[in-house]
């Protein structure tokens, strides 16, 4: 149980397009979901938190509009890169907290690996 | 910013052996987890240890918490190369339902069949 599912799990995309990201919680509700990004051998960055039909909570320095988050319903939340950039490439995480098993752990998407050229 | 720091950074033992990793963390808490990486992947929850804990087991697992110290150990008993993985710890302050964990650098293991 508590399965997360991160799609898609690699994206190659010409630099100036947008990308979309989906995390599914498969067997559960989720009452939050973050997105994080990690670069190589480095720690997980907290992008922002969202909550189901609520506006995101972005981290200091994290750009709402170029990260759009929409967390529609208790079992889906999408990231959208917008006009993406060399920089923006990154290998970004989904988690999420199953309000059914209290508020401790997360559970991680498989990660999505985005490359810009 | 990081909370949580690990060391060493990296570890490369024989199987059989037992690995042991160290978090340091500069805040208060409400608990302590600890995660498994594969390369390329997502994370997967370990353990976790309340502040009011000072040592939890699961399997081949066992984590300390020292609160006055501020930091936390891991250590895996009788490695296996498919051991071999990033380990994180991460600290959860509040413990609600919006608690945000913050992540170390991590610990590179490296289990030698």
């Known amino acids: 149980g508590a399965v997360v599912s991160q799609h898609p799990s690699r994206v190659i995309c010409k630099s100036g397009t947008s990308v979309k990201i989906e995390c599914r919680s498969l067997d559960f509700q989720a009452t939050t979901m973050f997105w994080y990004r990690q670069f190589p051998k480095q720690s997980l960055m907290l992008m922002a938190t969202?909550?189901?039909?609520?506006?995101?909570?972005?981290e200091q320095g994290v750009e709402k509009d170029k990260f759009l988050i929409n967390h529609a319903s208790l079992t889906l939340s999408t990231l959208t890169v917008t006009s993406a950039h060399p920089e923006d490439s990154s290998f970004y995480i989904c988690?999420?907290?199953?309000?059914?098993?209290?508020?401790?752990?997360?559970?991680f998407g498989s990660g999505t690996q985005l490359s810009v050229l | 910013s990081q909370q949580g720091e690990e060391d060493p950074q990296a570890l490369s033992i024989q199987e059989g052996e037992n690995a042991t990793m160290n978090c340091s963390y500069k805040t208060s808490i409400n608990n302590l987890q600890w995660y498994r990486q594969n390369s390329g992947r997502g994370l997967v929850h370990l353990i976790l240890?309340?502040?009011?804990?000072r040592e939890k087991h699961s399997g081949r697992l066992r984590v300390t918490l020292d609160t006055s110290k501020k930091s936390s150990s891991l250590l895996i008993t009788a490695s296996r190369a498919a051991d071999t993985a990033s380990y994180f710890c991460?600290?959860?302050?509040?413990?609600?339902?919006?608690?945000?964990?913050?992540f170390g650098k991590g610990i590179t293991l490296s289990v030698r069949p």
């Open positions: 240890i309340r502040s009011n804990e």
């Open positions: 988690s999420a907290r199953d309000r059914g098993r209290g508020n401790e752990k997360l559970f």
């Open positions: 991460a600290t959860d302050a509040d413990g609600g339902a919006n608690s945000k964990l913050t």
């Open positions: 969202s909550n189901e039909g609520s506006k995101a909570t972005y």
